[in-house]
């Protein structure tokens, strides 16, 4: 099994960073490959909106988002960390991920994932719910901890005195890691929910 971890930091090695690195010393003593991409300091536009992925297959910006795509799809699990800014996540990491989750056709039912927040303070849960709606939206089951997935920390190394929220990390690596190893025993048993054809609402007419 694998997890591809998306850092959302521009630090390298800053706290999310270290919160990431916590969850994946766990995922390697279970035997799950993992794989961590820095996605904070890179240039990534937002999306605009023109429907060309849908006849493409991949978004018209060719950039760390079609990189990442295929790693994506390859995933049983998926880990997106953040820092907090003005108790949102980084605009850049929101970038990657609306294009991402948009302009893949593959089908993510079933890969599990799970959203980390790293902040000084405040605006964490919000971070938290943030991320988790481009899970929930895609059929993706929910990894949860001990409490929300977060850590706190300002300055680089801070986060390594966050006891609790360091061990929120490590219980949700082991959460997630048997969540994915139950779905796939209930893939095999069962196969995966029936799905109907998708019905769209509009309300204005």
């Keep these: 099994m694998k997890v591809l971890m998306i850092n959302g930091s521009p630090r390298p090695n800053g706290n999310t ?3 990431l690195r916590e969850m ?8 799950i ?3 961590i991409v820095q996605i904070g300091n890179k240039v990534i536009r937002g999306c605009i909106a023109c429907g060309k992925c849908a006849e493409k297959g991949k978004c018209v910006f060719d950039d760390a988002v079609n ?4 790693k994506f799809e390859a995933c049983d699990g998926l880990v997106v960390g953040s820092p907090v800014y003005y108790a949102s996540a980084n605009a850049t990491l929101v970038a990657f991920l609306t ?6 056709p593959f089908d993510k039912t079933m890969k599990v994932g799970a959203a980390v927040a790293v902040a000084r303070r405040g605006g964490l849960s919000a971070t938290f719910d943030e991320l988790n709606k481009f899970f929930t939206i895609s059929g993706m089951p929910v990894a949860s901890s001990q409490y929300w997935n977060s850590v706190h920390g300002l300055g680089a190394g801070e986060a390594s005195h966050d006891a609790e929220g360091l061990q929120t990390m490590r219980t949700l690596a082991r959460n997630m890691t048997f969540l994915m190893r139950s779905i796939e025993l209930g893939r095999e048993k069962y196969g995966l929910p029936e799905r109907e054809a998708t019905q769209r609402t509009n309300f204005i007419r």
């Design 24 to 31: 994946e010393g766990i995922f390697k003593a279970e035997g």
């Design 17 to 19: 960073s270290l919160a």
């Design 99 to 104: 294009r991402l989750f948009y302009s893949t």
């Design 33 to 35: 490959e993992t794989e």
């Design 67 to 70: 990189e990442i795509a295929p």
